[in-house]
């Protein structure tokens, strides 16, 4: 009979559960555990999103731009390029997708989150934390603004959570 030291035992036995949660994306963790993965999962979704919006830092603004274009934006054909990388097929218009997902405040905000300004809705970004948007309205293009302050703060309306 060959001996196994425990300690290796219990290494082995971990990553081989490690491998397996990465190679098949599934977990073997108790339901409250699952949480965790979820969140997880909209993380590594919101990081997706913003990183999708941020590659079209500069690309000029024009009202009305179709979906089907990366030439340029407006900025609810922006927040569905974006999403739509991780899956989520959002509305055309800004309007429509502040009628999408969860409700989320203010002081709540996670990146991700889209926000939505004026009153109707008719301008929409992604928020990337900090405090702070990427969207596209006019000169530069997609950009990025904070909205703790100055106009963005006073004409924020609302955010919901897709992810």
């Known amino acids: 009979m060959t001996y196994i030291n425990p300690k290796f035992a219990k290494k082995i036995a971990a990553a081989t559960i490690a491998a397996s949660i990465a190679l098949t994306g599934v977990s073997i963790l108790p339901a409250a555990q699952g949480t965790i993965t979820q969140q997880a999962s909209a993380a590594t979704a919101s990081s997706t999103v913003i990183?999708?919006?941020?590659?079209?830092?500069?690309?000029?603004?024009?009202?009305?731009?179709?979906?089907?274009?990366?030439?340029?934006?407006?900025?609810?054909?922006?927040?569905?390029?974006?999403?739509?990388?991780?899956?989520?097929?959002?509305?055309?218009?800004?309007?429509?997708?502040?009628?999408?997902?969860?409700?989320?405040?203010?002081?709540?905000?996670?990146?991700?989150?889209?926000?939505?300004?004026?009153?109707?809705?008719?301008?929409?970004?992604?928020?990337?934390?900090?405090?702070?948007?990427?969207?596209?309205?006019?000169?530069?293009?997609?950009?990025?603004?904070t909205i703790k302050s100055g106009w963005w703060s006073k004409n924020y309306k609302t955010a919901r959570r897709v992810l």
Do not use: E, W
């Open 51 to 145: 990183a999708a919006a941020k590659a079209q830092m500069g690309k000029p603004y024009k009202f009305g731009a179709p979906t089907s274009t990366t030439r340029y934006f407006d900025c609810s054909s922006l927040m569905a390029y974006a999403f739509k990388k991780v899956g989520v097929n959002l509305p055309r218009t800004s309007l429509a997708q502040s009628k999408v997902g969860k409700y989320v405040s203010k002081s709540n905000l996670k990146p991700g989150d889209l926000v939505f300004f004026y009153s109707p809705v008719s301008h929409v970004g992604v928020y990337v934390g900090d405090g702070k948007i990427i969207h596209t309205y006019g000169d530069p293009g997609v950009t990025v603004d």
